[in-house]
Nanobody, 122 residues
Framework: EVQLVESGGGLVQAGESLRLSCAAS????????LGWIRQAPGKGREGVSC????????YYTDSVKGRFTISRDNAKNTVYLRMNSLKAEDTADYYC???????????????WGKGTLVTVSS
């Protein structure tokens, strides 16, 4: 059974940093794409960042480029999202998600974690 467990969310002030973690199990960690999808209050889900574990290729949505960094630790089966210079508009539920098809959009993800809330006060 695939399990994706997020941690690291919280309340921070604008300009501060957070690191989200996603502990993965139940599948071959090194073969698929993992990423972070977020949903802000009243908005749809948005692909924030993904990493293709076979190739190491990384994707970032435009609004986070230069501020967020995705990485993985294969020994720990964990994916991280380092978020710097946080803005109020980054406030959202952040979900770790798995794609068997190398996708980084909500509709292309096959398994989801329960999410972790990030709140950025301005």
């Amino acid at each position: 059974e695939v399990q994706l467990v997020e941690s690291g969310g919280g309340l921070v002030q604008a300009g501060e940093s957070l690191r989200l973690s996603c502990a993965a199990s139940g599948f071959s960690f090194g073969e698929y794409t993992l990423g972070w999808i977020r949903q802000a209050p009243g908005k749809g889900r948005e692909g924030v960042s993904c990493i293709s574990t076979p190739s190491g290729r990384k994707y970032y949505t435009d609004s986070v480029k230069g501020r967020f960094t995705i990485s993985r630790d294969n020994a720990k089966n964990t994916v991280y999202l380092r978020m710097n210079s946080l803005k109020a508009e980054d406030t959202a539920d952040y979900y770790c998600a798995l794609s068997y098809g190398d996708s980084c959009v909500s509709s292309g993800m096959d398994n989801w974690g329960k999410g972790t809330l990030v709140t950025v006060s301005s």
